[in-house]
């Protein structure tokens, strides 16, 4: 499984876009990259994963470098309740948590 | 909200008693995995499961032992748990197929005297 890379903290303002940076140098071409994120002391939730194609849904976009080696996660309009620990996973069956970004929403 | 259901949601023990958790999905999902969680530690895998009576160990599995007789449940064993084990204890499941992602249960929080 890939190692990842994240800064441990980052600030938004509520209703500008948040962009969560990821370092995957290691990920493999099988490997894809998943992203989580943990409410206080909630279960993870699953926001989005890709390969190598640009992914969006419902909660955020995800772009993916053509090399793979780094993506990043988009939050178009957070919210206070985007306020969280985001993890970047690069892997398949048995995922590797790092430390991930605390990223605070402020009003 | 994937339909898993840990119990119990706290449990408070002492130390050399045994301590079941158990996992429940409604899912029919062939994977299962326990992980923890500490301060400083982000989540880490113990054990994980991809059948009935198949299981194999993640990352720190030492003192822990888990059964799976039926899709749908998935326990986790403490033999005789320990102050190091007091930890938040995650489920989670997949169904294993083309990299489709693991979901996660609410947790326990569990706590050895």
């Known amino acids: 499984d890939a190692k990842t890379t994240q800064p441990p903290s980052m600030d938004c303002a509520e209703g500008r876009a948040a962009n969560l940076p990821c370092n995957h140098s290691t990920i493999s071409g099988n490997e894809y990259v998943y992203w989580y994120r943990q409410i206080h002391s909630q279960g993870p939730q699953y926001i989005i994963h890709g390969l190598k194609n640009n992914e969006t849904n419902e909660m955020a976009s995800l772009i993916i470098t053509e090399d793979r080696k780094s993506s990043t996660l988009i939050l178009p309009h957070a919210t206070l309740r985007d306020t969280a620990v985001y993890y970047c996973i690069g892997g398949a069956q048995k995922l590797v948590f790092g430390q991930g970004t605390r990223l605070t929403i402020n009003p | 909200d994937a339909g898993i259901t840990q119990s119990p949601r706290h449990k408070v023990t002492e130390t050399g008693t045994p301590v079941t958790l158990r996992c429940h999905q409604t899912?029919?999902?062939?994977?299962m995995y326990w992980y923890r969680q500490d301060p400083g530690h982000g989540l880490r895998l113990i054990h994980y499961?991809?059948?009935?009576?198949?299981?194999d160990k993640g990352e720190v599995s030492d003192g822990y032992s888990v059964s799976r007789s039926k899709t749908e449940d998935f326990l986790l064993t403490l033999e005789s748990a320990t102050s190091s084990q007091t930890s938040v204890y995650f489920c989670a499941i997949s169904s294993g197929i083309s990299n489709q992602p693991q979901h996660f249960g609410d947790g326990t929080r569990l706590s050895i005297l």
């Open positions: 899912e029919n999902h062939r994977y």
């Open positions: 499961s991809y059948g009935v009576k198949d299981t």
